[in-house]
C-alpha cells in the first residue's frame, strides 16, 4: 500500500536509519580508542574487532562509510592500520588475513623482452653463421 501524501510521520526523516557518527571526528576517535585498547590488552586489531567495537553489526556498514564525506580518510586509515599490524607479525594466520585484503602470495615474472631496435633478430643470426 503507498504512503499517503500527508504522513505527518515521516517529516523530517529522508529514509533510513540516522547514522551512527555525525562527525568524523567522532568516528576517528573512536577507532583511536580501539587501537588504545587492543595495544594495552595485547590483542591483535581485527578489522571485525574494530567493526564491533565502533558499533556495526555488519563489515558492510563499516564499509559503508567510506562512501561517506569526509569519512573516506578514516575508514582506509583504520584498515591500514589493522593491515599493518598483519604484516609485522608473519604468521600463517597474518598471510591469510593478508591475502583475504587483496594482497597475493606469488612472484610474477615478465618474461617479454623489449627490443631496443639496434640489431634485428634475424640479421644476427645470419651474421653468426657467416
Request: glycine share 6%.
Amino acid at each position: 500500500m503507498a504512503e499517503e501524501k500527508n504522513n505527518k510521520f515521516a517529516l523530517g526523516n529522508p529514509g533510513g536509519r540516522p547514522p551512527h557518527y555525525a562527525t568524523p571526528e567522532e568516528l576517528e576517535s573512536k577507532c583511536l580508542e580501539y587501537f588504545k585498547f587492543c595495544v594495552e590488552d595485547k590483542e591483535k586489531p581485527t578489522i571485525t574487532g574494530l567493526t564491533l567495537y565502533v558499533g556495526f553489526c555488519s563489515r558492510s556498514s563499516w564499509d559503508d562509510y567510506s562512501d561517506r564525506e569526509g569519512f573516506s580518510y578514516i575508514v582506509k586509515r583504520a584498515k591500514l592500520t589493522v593491515e599493518n599490524s598483519y604484516e609485522k607479525s608473519g604468521t600463517t594466520f597474518d598471510m591469510f588475513a593478508l591475502k583475504n585484503m587483496g594482497w597475493k602470495d606469488k612472484t610474477e615474472v615478465d618474461q617479454n623482452v623489449n627490443h631496443s631496435g639496434s640489431m634485428p633478430f634475424e640479421k644476427w643470426v645470419n651474421d653468426k653463421d657467416s
